[in-house]
């Protein structure tokens, strides 16, 4: 509002600038997290995982930025952005199975950057694998021992995602939120 600056090169040093929130910090975490929680253990998967995860905490860091620029009042903001991450939460699949969605509000799953955070794990984790099991008794957890990690996305309705679909969403999903801000921040489109 001062004019000290012009809108594009204070959005660029604001981007730039957020680089270590949204790129160190994550990775760090992301790489003690991953190890310690005991997921696949190849070279490839982990850089898979936190490629994933850049682009899965990139996408949330722009929907908030989008929010916090698109909102006249920070109580409207965080409404507002309340709001739609428990919808986003609610269609990503760890909560609700997707399946089971009815067919008239199914596609929303593909508006939710956690949706496509979380197929692109799962895929990372789960697709051709084969994994042991510890039944005591068998047929215990009704499958059979040991069992393809094809079927945990099965059982989440997500047979058909891809790691790579998964990416190239949520880095579209960080573009459009971002240039989106832009544009609020550039013409002054505000709401409130």
């Known amino acids: 509002r001062g004019g000290a600056y012009?809108?594009?090169?204070?959005?660029?040093?604001?981007?730039?600038?957020?680089?270590?929130a949204i790129f160190v910090l994550p990775m760090i975490y992301s790489s003690v997290i991953y190890w310690a929680t005991g997921l696949r253990q190849e070279a490839a998967a982990f850089g898979r995982y936190l490629v994933l995860a850049l682009a899965l905490v990139t996408a949330a860091h722009s929907y908030g930025l989008l929010m916090s620029v698109a909102f006249r009042t920070v109580a409207l903001a965080n409404s507002v952005a309340f709001v739609l991450i428990l919808l986003l939460l609610i269609f990503a699949g760890f909560?609700?199975?997707?399946?089971?969605?009815?067919?008239?509000?199914?596609?929303?799953?593909?508006l939710s950057y956690l949706f496509w955070g979380f197929s692109g794990m799962l895929v990372n984790e789960f697709s051709g694998r084969e994994l042991p099991c510890e039944a005591q008794r068998p047929g215990e957890y009704a499958v059979q021992c040991p069992?393809?990690?094809?079927?945990?996305?099965?059982?989440?309705?997500?047979g058909e995602a891809t790691v790579g679909w998964s990416l190239f969403a949520l880095l579209l999903m960080s573009l459009v939120f971002r240039v989106a801000a832009y544009l609020c921040l550039r013409f002054e489109l505000v709401i409130g």
Request: aromatic share 16%.
């Open 95 to 110: 909560y609700m199975e997707l399946d089971q969605l009815p067919p008239w509000c199914a596609w929303v799953r593909y």
């Open 147 to 158: 069992f393809s990690g094809d079927l945990v996305l099965e059982a989440h309705s997500m």
């Open 6 to 20: 012009r809108v594009l090169p204070y959005f660029l040093a604001k981007s730039l600038s957020d680089g270590v």
